[in-house]
């Protein structure tokens, strides 16, 4: 059925205007003004709304197996929890192990999703191995199934991370091949020598998470991929950048001509370090890597997605629950679960931390949350614009609306909110997944499986 969305306040990244936008077999078919609805269209007035393009999570863990558990959602109810925040195209992590080969990794996330997922995703094939076999079967997952990007670790020894000669290999093929190396920047030796010194002096509850990878560890980790690029001439994707110190050895590589690509996350934007100080074990509700920074980088992290030195904003989401699996931890912080449940509040936490505090304007928000990750990573011009040709993943957002954020009512299958109480000045009232309605009112509608694996274009300039 077609779609007809009358008085569309328009938000791209690089434009805004009032029009109509017809949607037809899952396309936008036309945008102007007084567009007459064909036979049988459904018809929505979006008067008084903004109209964005559907929104990309460039960074999720829906399905992950990490320190002896697994992440509590799945593809339908993760992506059901994505779509009602208005997130209408995934980027999950492939990670398996150092002993399961990238093939069987990828065929593992893929039967996770598989008539599972709500709205559209894509993958980075994780590279935790490097050698003869592993770079066979990631040149055949590049040509066979569209996967664009890698996803590497730096951190994790032992487990997801890779040593020196295998990033090597890593970057090498990336280039040959076009392909985009997604990395989390940590130093891993200097991670377990300062996690072994910490729990040596008693200090073993969730604050002692941040001293174990401070600033000059995940700035330490960036250089490091910055050098192997430079030498490489490979395209990398900094992921989750947390501080200053990191953004500015980014920074320092791009102006010799190294091709990087930064990522931060909402939860460095609005959140800091004292909530992982938080006493009686609360503080693991937030313990993540690289860990929430001094409240000082916020405003250095919003300035960067203002000014562009920052081009996307995704979650990192990996939601663990508080009652049964962060105590894996609780008398050793090396333990608790990584990563907090984000997925389903990015966007409302951006507009009203972003938008309506006058640090981002709306384009700018377009840009950061949807745009440049769908031109990152081989999506544009399908995804990331509002424009004839382009998938009508459509975003109706309501700025009037008033609610508040809880554990008690939100989609995501996690027993907390890691923004419990917040006020959000804005939400989604209508979202849709290539022309089909999705949500209404903050509520699930759409088809359970219609999520489609994207094939995506290579890096030209490889």
């Not at 890691?418 to 088809?447: C, K, M, Q, Y």
């Amino acid at each position: 059925m077609a779609l007809l969305i009358r008085n569309a306040d328009i938000v791209n990244a690089d434009s805004r205007y009032t029009a109509d936008i017809l949607c037809e077999d899952g396309v936008i078919s036309r945008i102007g003004p007084g567009i007459a609805a064909p036979a049988g269209a459904e018809v929505i007035d979006a008067s008084g709304k903004f109209v964005f393009p559907g929104f990309i999570d460039p960074h999720t863990h829906i399905y992950l197996p990490f320190m002896g558990t697994y992440s509590k959602d799945d593809y339908e109810s993760g992506t059901k929890a994505a779509l009602v925040g208005g997130t209408t195209t995934i980027f999950e992590m492939v990670c398996p192990s150092r002993d399961m080969s990238p093939a069987d990794g990828f065929a593992t996330w893929r039967a996770q999703a598989e008539g599972k997922a709500c709205c559209d995703y894509a993958f980075h094939m994780g590279v935790t191995r490097f050698d003869a076999e592993s770079a066979a079967q990631l040149r055949e997952i590049v040509t066979r199934e569209g996967v664009t990007s890698f996803k590497i670790f730096l951190a994790y020894k032992g487990a997801f991370g890779i040593d020196d000669a295998e990033l090597w290999g890593t970057l090498k093929l990336a280039r040959e091949l076009g392909v985009v190396v997604a990395a989390h920047c940590e130093n891993e030796t200097l991670v377990a020598q300062l996690q072994r010194e910490l729990l040596a002096a008693g200090r073993t509850g969730p604050e002692a998470h941040h001293d174990s990878r401070p600033p000059r560890v995940e700035a330490e980790g960036v250089h490091h991929l910055m050098s192997f690029a430079e030498q490489t001439g490979a395209r990398t994707y900094i992921v989750h950048l947390s501080c200053r110190d990191a953004l500015d050895e980014a920074l320092a590589a791009r102006a010799r001509g190294v091709r990087v690509s930064i990522e931060t996350l909402i939860q460095y934007l609005v959140l800091d370090k004292t909530y992982a100080e938080l006493p009686d074990f609360e503080g693991a509700k937030y313990v993540m890597s690289p860990p929430l920074r001094d409240r000082s980088n916020q405003e250095i992290l919003w300035s960067g997605l203002a000014s562009g030195l920052v081009d996307t904003l995704g979650t990192d989401h990996a939601p663990f629950d508080f009652q049964t699996q962060k105590p894996m931890g609780r008398d050793d912080f090396t333990k608790i679960p990584n990563g907090i449940p984000s997925i389903e509040d990015r966007i409302n936490l951006l507009y009203t931390h972003g938008v309506r505090r006058g640090r981002i304007t709306l384009q700018q928000m377009v840009a950061v949350a949807s745009t440049n990750a769908a031109k990152i990573f081989g999506l544009h011009p399908r995804k990331g614009v509002i424009q004839p040709g382009a998938d009508a993943d459509l975003v109706i957002y309501d700025p009037d609306y008033r609610g508040t954020l809880s554990a008690k009512t939100q989609t995501q299958n996690v027993d907390y909110n890691a923004f419990e109480g917040w006020a959000i000045e804005g939400r989604p009232s209508l979202v849709t997944v290539r022309g089909e309605v999705a949500v209404r009112d903050g509520r699930f509608v759409g088809t359970v499986g219609r999520g489609q694996l994207l094939r995506r274009s290579l890096d030209t300039d490889a």
